[in-house]
């Protein structure tokens, strides 16, 4: 039904910060009452969970790999969700995308790819050492 676009990619070097952003691209009404996750998929590696937010934006998710760095949030609209990513480490360079859950109005997010269904088109992220 709506479609998602990531932006906020790019190259940072390690230790560095960087913001993405998921955003309705034509209606939020779906994905405001949505579970939404970032997942991350680099060259020749299958595709991980990041970070998930439940449909309220109280409860959240985070790989081993990631907690104490990067914070999940959205906007109070809801159809907008930020990954901010700190401390970054060269092994967290990958194509990052977000997604919706199928459900709607889960209050725990789901961690699993398969619970998702609409996808963005992926933003790059680079981390140089």
């Known amino acids: 039904q709506v479609q998602l676009a990531e932006s906020g990619g790019g190259l940072v070097q390690a230790g560095g910060s960087l913001r993405l952003s998921c955003a309705a691209s034509?209606?939020?009404?779906?994905?405001?009452?949505?579970?939404i996750a970032w997942f991350r998929q680099a060259p020749g590696k299958e595709r991980d969970f990041v970070a998930a937010?439940?449909?309220?934006?109280?409860?959240?998710a985070y790989a081993d790999s990631v907690k104490g760095r990067f914070t999940i949030s959205r906007t109070n609209a809801k159809n907008t969700v930020y990954l901010l990513m700190n401390t970054l480490k060269p092994e967290d360079t990958a194509v990052y995308y977000c997604?919706?859950?199928?459900?709607?109005?889960?209050?725990?997010?789901?961690?699993?790819?398969?619970?998702?269904?609409?996808w963005g088109q992926g933003t790059q992220v680079t981390v140089s050492s």
């Open positions: 034509v209606s939020g009404r779906t994905v405001s009452s949505s579970a």
């Open positions: 997604a919706a859950d199928k459900a709607l109005f889960r209050t725990i997010p789901p961690m699993a790819d398969y619970e998702y269904g609409t």
């Open positions: 937010i439940g449909w309220s934006g109280r409860n959240t």
